[in-house]
């Protein structure tokens, strides 16, 4: 092999390191999954909203793993509450539904956003979602 052969040699194997260096060093792209979990700590993830909901309330903030149903059968109504429904689709069957209207006709607070709501409470609000992509 002759002294052009080993420099060109070099030179590929240098650019080959490199870009294995460049590669590993590059930071991780953003992930712009669908999450509005409370451990997620991406773009939409809720993971500051859920951990600073203590600054904006006075009360202790609840969280379930119970249905909506469920959950509010067993809450105090005596004094007022809000519940916060974040998700990127809200569904409720009739028992969930009627839980709900329950629960706000008490003078409580329900907060949704989502992008698709489903569900008799979405019907009874007589709520709309538009959507105008440019």
């Known amino acids: 092999m002759d002294k052009r052969s080993k420099i060109a040699l070099y030179i590929i194997g240098a650019v080959i390191v490199f870009m294995m260096i460049a590669e590993v060093t590059k930071p ?3 992930n712009w999954r669908d999450s509005y979990s409370a ?5 939409l993830g809720c993971y500051i909203l859920f951990n600073e909901l203590e600054t904006f309330s006075d009360g202790e903030i609840l969280t ?11 809450v105090d109504t005596t004094t007022p509450k809000s519940l916060v429904f974040i998700n ?3 569904s409720f069957d009739k028992e969930e539904s009627l839980a709900l209207m329950d629960f706000a006709e008490k003078g409580n607070t329900v907060f949704m956003s989502g ?11 007589n709520i709309a979602v538009v959507r105008q992509y440019n």
Do not use: C, M, Q, V
């Not at 451990?39 to 773009?43: H, L, V």
């Not at 992008?115 to 609000?125: E, T």
């Open 28 to 30: 991780k792209p953003l």
């Open 88 to 90: 990127n689709y809200l």
């Open 39 to 43: 451990s997620d700590k991406i773009p």
């Open 115 to 125: 992008n698709y709501f489903y569900g008799n409470a979405i019907d009874s609000l």
């Open 64 to 74: 379930s793993e119970r249905t909506i149903y469920e959950y509010l059968k067993r």
